[in-house]
């Protein structure tokens, strides 16, 4: 008697055990599918927040508001450069032509959009993508910079 309780104890183990395990892959398949859903989640949100900011660039350079203008377009750059393949980035090189060369000697930047803009010079220089744009990017920011110092 003891031997078949023993026996049958063991052999529930040996089926709990079993059961557990399927239980672990598929837990890790569902846990593989999330962190695919959440990485292409985050790859349409960073190509929305790109596309926002570039439109709201556009519509501060039709105001005018070249200061502005720059800090959407480097805030949209930052979120293009997150992209797996950074998109629309000579456009955006030159809508910041366009805003370097339209701000005033004597116009300064705001506080508050100088560190979004610094914000988003370290995220887009420490992008995987950095490589591709550093030459042409380094011209326009730096041109931008120099500009901003002068009216100071």
């Given at each position: 008697?003891?031997?078949?309780?023993?026996?049958?104890?063991?052999?529930?183990?040996?089926?709990?055990?079993?059961?557990?395990?399927?239980?672990?892959?598929?837990?890790?398949?569902?846990?593989?599918?999330?962190?695919?859903?959440?990485?292409?989640?985050?790859?349409?949100?960073?190509?929305?927040?790109?596309?926002?900011?570039?439109?709201?660039?556009?519509?501060?350079?039709?105001?005018?508001?070249?200061?502005?203008?720059?800090?959407?377009l480097m805030t949209s750059l930052k979120y293009s450069m997150a992209l797996d393949k950074p998109s629309n980035i000579?456009?955006?090189?030159?809508?910041?032509?366009?805003?370097i060369s339209r701000v005033l000697q004597d116009t300064s930047c705001p506080p508050d959009y100088m560190k979004k803009?610094?914000?988003?010079?370290?995220?887009?220089?420490?992008?995987?993508?950095?490589?591709?744009?550093?030459?042409?990017?380094?011209?326009?920011?730096?041109?931008?910079?120099?500009?901003?110092?002068?009216?100071?």
């Amino acid at each position: 008697m003891l031997a078949t309780t023993t026996t049958l104890a063991i052999g529930w183990q040996i089926y709990n055990s079993i059961e557990l395990k399927a239980k672990i892959d598929e837990l890790n398949v569902l846990k593989e599918k999330l962190s695919m859903q959440e990485k292409a989640s985050e790859a349409r949100t960073n190509q929305m927040n790109h596309l926002i900011f570039a439109s709201l660039a556009d519509v501060e350079i039709s105001n005018q508001d070249y200061i502005l203008a720059f800090c959407y377009l480097m805030t949209s750059l930052k979120y293009s450069m997150a992209l797996d393949k950074p998109s629309n980035i000579n456009t955006i090189f030159q809508r910041m032509d366009v805003t370097i060369s339209r701000v005033l000697q004597d116009t300064s930047c705001p506080p508050d959009y100088m560190k979004k803009i610094q914000n988003a010079n370290e995220r887009i220089r420490g992008s995987k993508c950095y490589g591709i744009i550093k030459n042409q990017y380094e011209e326009k920011y730096n041109s931008f910079i120099s500009k901003v110092k002068e009216a100071e």
